[in-house]
């Protein structure tokens, strides 16, 4: 019993030490007037999922949690 919630515990990590590592090669979310106002996951979709305007690629990680892995870019690139 107490083995099985040490390895449960160890799973959870793993999880999340990969995520964080992908996370600090995903791009950032632009600082521009498509991006700018949007608070919330759902509101991405829309353009960034299959076949919308910028899909993403098919290498994409499969999760749709986007602000795990995608940071606000503190200044504009463009715009
Ligand atoms: C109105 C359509 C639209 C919405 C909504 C939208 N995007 Fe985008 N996104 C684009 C377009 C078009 C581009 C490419 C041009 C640019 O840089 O703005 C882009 C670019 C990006 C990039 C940069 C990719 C790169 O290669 O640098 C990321 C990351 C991104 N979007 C994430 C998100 C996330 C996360 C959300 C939700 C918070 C979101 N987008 C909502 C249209 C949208
Ligand atoms: C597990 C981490 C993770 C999550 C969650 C995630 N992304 Fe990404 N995203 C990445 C990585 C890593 C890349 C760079 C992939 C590459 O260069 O091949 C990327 C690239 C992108 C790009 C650039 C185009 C592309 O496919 O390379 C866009 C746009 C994007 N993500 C939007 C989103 C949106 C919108 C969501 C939520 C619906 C989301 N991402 C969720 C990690 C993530």
Do not use: Y
């Amino acid at each position: 019993m107490k083995n099985n919630i040490i390895f449960a515990a160890f799973i959870v990590l793993v999880v999340l030490l990969l995520l964080l590592l992908s996370g600090t090669k995903s791009p950032q979310i632009p600082k521009d007037t498509l991006h700018i106002d949007i608070q919330e996951e759902a509101e991405c979709l829309p353009c960034h999922a299959e076949g919308a305007i910028n899909a993403r690629k098919e290498t994409h990680p499969p999760k749709d949690q986007c602000f795990l892995c995608h940071k606000r870019a503190r200044k504009a690139h463009k715009d």
